[in-house]
């Protein structure tokens, strides 16, 4: 993992007043500016912009920045109006336009993206909708871009100003910010607010508060460090196996790998978070099920000998309850403990560790579908085939028991 900065040296740079970690304020001041809800209309673009700078299309952009572009397409960000959002959101825009619009400011959140407004009494048509850039979810402008003005991170030696005027840079060059660098700059959409909705006393999506408990915000590791590192616009997670395997250290062990007949075998697999940044799993959508079973030495699993353990915060459809929370905590482990009477000689014990990135929404599509998703119905139809592919093993071993 790289970090920008050693977290040691930043604390003793501060110590010794060199860096002034009070920024904090400015910070903070500068994302509740960023991160309106909703956001203002874009407005008139300086005259001087040329249609390409003036564009909010992701491709516009990538004319210039196609190393992000390339990233940005594969990541999820670039996909949060899809089918499983688009599909909920065709009915729930004429039945709860109120609650439709929320989900546009997280998931599409430029004013341009949505197709309605809030007005005092109700909801309006949009004047300044713009369909195309409706369907294409996160997309640059929506980190970037406030009133036509192009903000960014420092550069990569820390520096703020330009370097020439700024009127003689594409789109009138950068506005620099550090909170670009800070885990903050993801809470606006990665945390609910205190007055969100809650269950059993934990809002339903608290990855900020998660991390900032954890020994990693002590350290200055910060969201962009793990989840864009060299400033790719990727953004992994739960979807990605590789991502999922760099957070955990899995171990499997039998107490002895031989045993007669009738003896009680004993196998061990451990799961530890030790590069996650909040709980593993951070949401109440995914569940990770560890798993011990018997084979033959036709390699036929043993009938009656599975044992699963499961790691995830499950709910009821309706969130109106919380089932289990066994999510990690940073540095947390999940242990099965397996222990059973062989019965013959030849056997090997499979043990496996399962993703199930999209567990509730498949749970979710299908009710939705049996109720009746209306004009949505194919999109939603979609999405769980969806849910349905994505599921991975991040572990498999066997081992012999002769
Ligand atoms: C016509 C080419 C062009 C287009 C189109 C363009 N940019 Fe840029 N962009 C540049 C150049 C050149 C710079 C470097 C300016 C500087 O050094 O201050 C830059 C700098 C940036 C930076 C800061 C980069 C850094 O090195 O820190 C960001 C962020 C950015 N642009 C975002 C965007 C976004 C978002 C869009 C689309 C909405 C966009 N740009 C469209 C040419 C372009
Ligand atoms: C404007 C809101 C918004 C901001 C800001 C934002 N995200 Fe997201 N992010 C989302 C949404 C919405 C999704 C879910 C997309 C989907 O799957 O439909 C998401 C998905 C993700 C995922 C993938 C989750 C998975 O299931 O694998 C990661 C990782 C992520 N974001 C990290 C970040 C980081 C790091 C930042 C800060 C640099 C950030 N996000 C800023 C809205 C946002
Ligand atoms: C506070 C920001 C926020 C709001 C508001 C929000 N979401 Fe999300 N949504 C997210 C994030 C972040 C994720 C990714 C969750 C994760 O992996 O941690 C997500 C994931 C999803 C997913 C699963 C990914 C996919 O693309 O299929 C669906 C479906 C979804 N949201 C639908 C909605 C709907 C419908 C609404 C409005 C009722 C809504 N969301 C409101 C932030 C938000
Ligand atoms: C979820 C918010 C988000 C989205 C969407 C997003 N960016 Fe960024 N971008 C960031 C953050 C945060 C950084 C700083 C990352 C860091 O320093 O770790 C950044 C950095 C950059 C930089 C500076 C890169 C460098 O090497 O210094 C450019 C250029 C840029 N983004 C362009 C784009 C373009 C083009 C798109 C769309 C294709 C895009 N961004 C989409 C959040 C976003
Ligand atoms: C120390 C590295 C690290 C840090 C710091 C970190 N993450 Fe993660 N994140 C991971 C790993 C590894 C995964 C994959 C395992 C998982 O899903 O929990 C992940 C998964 C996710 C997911 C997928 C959804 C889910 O249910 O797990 C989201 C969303 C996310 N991170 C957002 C964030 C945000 C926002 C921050 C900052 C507040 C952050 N992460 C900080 C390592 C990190």
Known sequence: MR????????AALA?????????????????SRHWQRPLAPQGVPPARFSPLEASLQPEACGTCHPAQLADWKTSLHASSMGPGVAGQLVEMLESDPGSALACFTCHAPLAEQAPRVAKRA???TNPVYDVGLGVRGLVCAGCHVRAHQRFGPPRRDGSLASATPRETLPHNGV?????????????????????????????LESTYNEW???????????CQDCHMPDRRHLWRGIHDPQMVRSGLTIHASASATRYR????????????????????????????????????????VIAGSRQEKVIAREVTLDLAREIADTR????????LHYRRRVDRAGLRARLSVVVYPDEFYTRFFERLLEQGAGRGEAQIREALAATRRSIFPVFEREIPLT
């Open 328 to 335: 990690l905590m940073p540095g947390a482990k999940a242990v």
């Open 261 to 300: 007949p009738g003896a009680t075998i004993s196998v061990t697999l451990t799961v530890e978070s030790t590069r996650v940044g909040h709980a593993f799993p951070t949401y109440v959508t995914p569940r990770v099920v560890l798993s011990a079973e018997l084979l033959d030495q036709a390699g036929q």
């Open 122 to 124: 109700g909801v309006s």
């Open 212 to 222: 900032r408990a954890s020994r990693f915000a002590r350290d200055g590791v910060q």
């Open 3 to 10: 970090l920008r900065y050693p977290a040691v040296l930043i």
């Open 175 to 203: 506005t620099r910010a550090p909170a670009f660098l800070r885990s903050e700059f993801c809470q606006s959409c990665h945390q609910f607010t205190s007055d969100g909705f809650a269950l059993n006393g934990k809002l």
């Open 15 to 31: 110590m010794l007043g060199f860096v002034n970690l009070a920024g904090a304020d400015a910070i903070r001041e500068f994302l």
